[in-house]
């Protein structure tokens, strides 16, 4: 049976040409200083939530702390290498804004955002399934696999996200993400959830807060929900991949987009073109072979 993965499928949502460059070419993500942070806090509060599920308690605030300082410690690790793997792809003007982010002040604003958490929100929370495995068939032979980050005991998603940026109002039943939650939700339980929240840490070193979306009585399509999964792996399958953000999106921007040379190419030369250069033959190359400055 083929698979696709949760996050593949979200990639291909934000954008078909960074699904293309990373699932099909083997091109490696770009490493952002960022994604370590925020990987760094969901690694945190994962362990908390695990260790709450246990013993009702969880990890105490000084504790998650020294976590989090840790773990950030470990993933900056991993950065530094991946940065000279990707660096020959990437552009000046990402490379300078790399540079300038603070690692200090990153881990202050993790910190603050570890006490706001567990002040304004922890206490509310009895975790259930915490990063829980699930599969379901899309259609035969294709099945979407995935993990839930969070339930509570009442049969409530939780998605947790961190910015920088206060949100604006969303509604969550047309989050695609939780869509696919509440569906995933059903395969492992049997039951539908009884309602979806995402819940915002907004980081800051002085002021951070917590920005909530709740929806009590959520209410799923699930045919429309698979229909648009099967729709996706049909436009893979058929080579579809176009980048759909308008040309003056700070998503595409030099500062922001570490595939932004790919795009650009690939725009240049068209797609047969492209795949002709870098796919190759065979596809699956050495790891050297991701990395070659390519002009």
């Known amino acids: 049976m083929k698979q696709i993965s949760f996050s593949g499928l979200m990639t291909y949502i934000r954008c078909p040409e960074h699904y293309l460059f990373h699932y099909v070419l083997g091109v490696v993500k770009s490493p952002r200083k960022v994604f370590k942070h925020g990987f760094a806090l969901h690694e945190t509060l994962q362990y908390h939530f695990e260790q709450k599920k246990e013993d009702g308690n969880g990890l105490k605030l000084v504790e998650a702390q020294e976590f989090f300082v840790e773990s950030f410690g470990n993933a900056l690790e991993e950065y530094k290498q991946e940065l000279e793997q990707a660096r020959p792809f990437l552009t000046r ?16 604003t993790g910190l603050q955002g570890l006490e ?68 995933g939700y059903q395969s492992i339980t049997g039951q539908a959830s009884r309602g979806i929240s995402k819940d915002f840490i907004v980081l800051s070193k002085n002021n951070s807060k917590i920005v909530r979306f709740r929806v009590v009585r959520p209410f799923i399509d699930k045919k429309t929900v698979l229909r648009n999964v099967a729709t996706i792996m049909d436009a893979i399958q058929r080579n579809i991949f176009y980048c759909l953000h308008p040309a003056d999106s ?20 068209g797609f047969p073109a492209f795949m002709a250069k870098y796919a190759g033959s065979p596809r699956k190359q050495t790891r050297r072979w991701r990395y070659k400055t390519r002009s």
């Open 93 to 108: 003007e990402y490379l300078s804004k790399e540079r300038n982010i603070k690692v200090g002040d990153m881990i202050d």
């Open 116 to 183: 706001t958490y567990f002040k304004r929100l922890n206490p509310y929370i009895e975790p259930d399934l915490v990063e829980a495995s699930f599969a379901f068939a899309v259609r035969p032979n294709l099945e979407l696999v995935g993990r839930i980050d969070m339930t509570d005991t009442k049969g409530v998603i939780h998605e947790l996200k961190t910015t920088r940026v206060t949100p604006n109002t969303q509604d969550v039943r047309t989050d695609p993400q939780l869509a696919i939650y509440q569906v």
């Open 250 to 269: 700070w998503i595409c921007s030099k500062e922001w987009c570490g595939y932004y040379k790919f795009h650009q190419e690939l725009k240049r030369i």
